[in-house]
T-cell receptor, first 112, second 112 residues
Framework: KNQVEQSPQSLIILEGKNCTLQCNYTVSPFSNLRWYKQDTGRGPVSLTIMTFSENTKSNGRYTATLDADTKQSSLHITASQLSDSASYICVVSAGGYNKLIFGAGTRLAVHP | NAGVTQTPKFRVLKTGQSMTLLCAQDMNHEYMYWYRQDPGMGLRLIHYSVGEGTTAKGEVPDGYNVSRLKKQNFLLGLESAAPSQTSVYFC???????????FGPGTRLTVL
């Protein structure tokens, strides 16, 4: 069964600190992996997308890594800001526009 | 560009009532999708459309119907609402390549 598991479920950090969110997946076939940011009361917004051959991709203070061998991805947030408080969702594509497998998300709270 | 918009933002229904959720996009996207998001779970695909006049079932289609009479609009209908349909509903759209889905702000539906 195709699954995407994220950890931790929730995380609290102080403003200015770094953090890393984890995503493990068992999806086949694998097409790409995307990280979304979802602010409270809003729809998800794409942060990064990585294909099988890409190991790392950055978007400002967000850096995603992908290990296709171990089927793991991480999202590293550097120098966190209050505006980073949101849910971060890992999404794996199983080869089609209608075959996206969504993780349950990690809820991040950045405190001053 | 407004992107993807959804109406209404909130709705409370009694069991057995019917309603229609409207999704509109101004990006000229071919593909449109309806998802539901429940606590502790990833987004799940209800129905999707690959073009005007076409619809297809997703992962959790039971109890819902959809229509795509115009390219820019995708309607989600509940004929006889049940408490199990209490959820947040998201509409999304993507281009033909389907590499990235753009999400609306969501509709929070409560069925009593």
């Amino acid at each position: 069964k195709n699954q995407v598991e994220q950890s931790p479920q929730s995380l609290i950090i102080l403003e200015g600190k770094n953090c890393t969110l984890q995503c493990n997946y068992t999806v086949s076939p694998f097409s790409n992996l995307r990280w979304y940011k979802q602010d409270t009361g809003r729809g998800p917004v794409s942060l990064t997308i990585m294909t099988f051959s890409e190991n790392t991709k950055s978007n400002g203070r967000y850096t995603a890594t992908l290990d296709a061998d171990t089927k793991q991805s991480s999202l590293h947030i550097t120098a966190s800001q209050l505006s980073d408080s949101a849910s971060y969702i890992c999404v794996v594509s199983a080869g089609g526009y209608n075959k996206l497998i969504f993780g349950a998300g990690t809820r991040l709270a950045v405190h001053p | 560009n407004a992107g993807v918009t959804q109406t209404p933002k909130f709705r409370v229904l009694k069991t057995g009532q019917s309603m229609t959720l409207l999704c509109a996009q101004d990006m000229n996207h071919e593909y449109m999708y309806w998802y539901r998001q429940d606590p502790g779970m990833g987004l799940r695909l209800i129905h999707y459309s690959v073009g005007e006049g076409t619809t297809a079932k997703g992962e959790v289609p039971d109890g819902y119907n959809v229509s795509r009479l115009k390219k820019q609009n995708f309607l989600l209908g509940l004929e006889s609402a049940a408490p199990s349909q209490t959820s947040v509903y998201f509409c999304a759209s993507s281009s033909i390549r389907g590499n990235e889905q753009f999400f609306g702000p969501g509709t929070r539906l409560t069925v009593l």
